[in-house]
């Protein structure tokens, strides 16, 4: 008997953006440009670089612009955060082709993270998406509370689905799923995975977890058994969303690449070379790094 592995995996990394966004202090944009560097001389091609939010909501991403004209290249899939229609008007004025929208299931979740109800917010996204799908970006939905809500409890998976579908008659191309505050369990990652992926065979579907519970790696093989080969993370595990009540940070990149690696899974990602990029940060943050990858190579330096 042999497991069912993919022999690769594509890893999006988030850090720069789910990451910093979290973080108490701004950190110099200077810095973010040499971690989002670093990130890809290890080999991470695909990356949510900020978010064109209210500066207000989230000062830490308030340097949007500049961290897209620093850091746009031609070989890298840079994508960037969107909560409305000022933030799709202000990455029109740049170079940027790939953007991201996001809603949550629950109206509790986006009255918290957008001010607005689930309708009211898909009011003014779909026409957004639609427009931007017409001008040619890639456009990414990242679901929200797509298993647990801090606010409303468990989430139905009926739900779900239907939120995703919206996003999909809009022409979307890519769906990333959130365990926002990391309380999903195997059997529930499965279960919804493997319906997304036999219901939306023609979309990148993508799986974003959060570790609050030590659960995402475990979430992430029941994923990959599902048949997702996409999993947002993010260095030395920063991250959460600030809108949201107990969400601690993504599960870390270095621990999906070790993992993955030990299962002769290719990622494309240097472990050493993303060692290096969370060296680089860790200094700028308010918390230490605790992901045992981390913990461990720097033991052995
Ligand atoms: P609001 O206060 O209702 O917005 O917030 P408003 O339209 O009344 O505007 C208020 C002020 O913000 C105005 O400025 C606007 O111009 C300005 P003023 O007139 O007072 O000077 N403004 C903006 N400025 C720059 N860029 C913009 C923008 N929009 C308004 N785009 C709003 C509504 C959606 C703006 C706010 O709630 C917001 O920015 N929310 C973002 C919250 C956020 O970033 N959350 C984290 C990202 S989502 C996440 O982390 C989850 C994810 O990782 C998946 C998962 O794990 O679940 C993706
Ligand atoms: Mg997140």
Known sequence: MTLHLPKKVTIIEVGPRDG???????????????????????????????SFVSPKWVP???????IVAACLDLKTKAIVLVPNR?????????PCRAVAVF??????????????????????????????????????????TAFYCPYKGKIAEADTIRLCNVFIDAGVDELSVADTIGMAAPHESFSLFSKLIRNFPNQLIT?????????????????????????????????????AKGATGNVATE???????????????????????????????SRPIDSAVFRLHTAAE
């Not at 957008?114 to 970006?137: C, D, M, Q, R, W």
């Not at 609050?212 to 599902?226: H, P, S």
């Not at 993992?259 to 860790?282: C, F, N, P, W």
């Open 255 to 285: 621990d999906v690449v070790y993992m993955l690696s030990r299962m002769g899974v290719d990622t494309g990602v240097d472990l050493e070379k993303l060692i290096d990029a969370i060296h680089l940060i860790s200094p700028h943050l």
């Open 60 to 66: 830490q991403m308030s340097d949007a612009e500049d």
């Open 20 to 50: 910093l966004q979290n973080e108490k202090n701004f950190i110099p944009t200077a810095v973010k440009i040499d971690f989002i560097a670093k990130l890809k001389e290890a080999g991470l091609q695909e990356l949510e670089l900020t």
């Open 103 to 144: 809603a949550g299931v629950s109206d509790e979740f986006n009255r918290k993270n957008s001010n607005k109800a689930t309708s009211e917010l898909l009011k003014e996204l779909i026409p957004a998406v639609i427009e931007l799908k017409g001008k040619g970006y890639f456009i990414r939905a990242c679901i929200s």
């Open 207 to 243: 799986a974003h977890f959060h570790d609050t519970r030590k659960m995402a790696l475990a979430n992430i093989y029941a994923a990959l058994e599902a048949g997702v080969v996409r999993f947002d993370a993010s260095a030395g595990g920063l991250g959460g969303c600030p809108f």
């Open 86 to 94: 000022k933030g799709m008007e202000r990455v029109m004025h740049t």
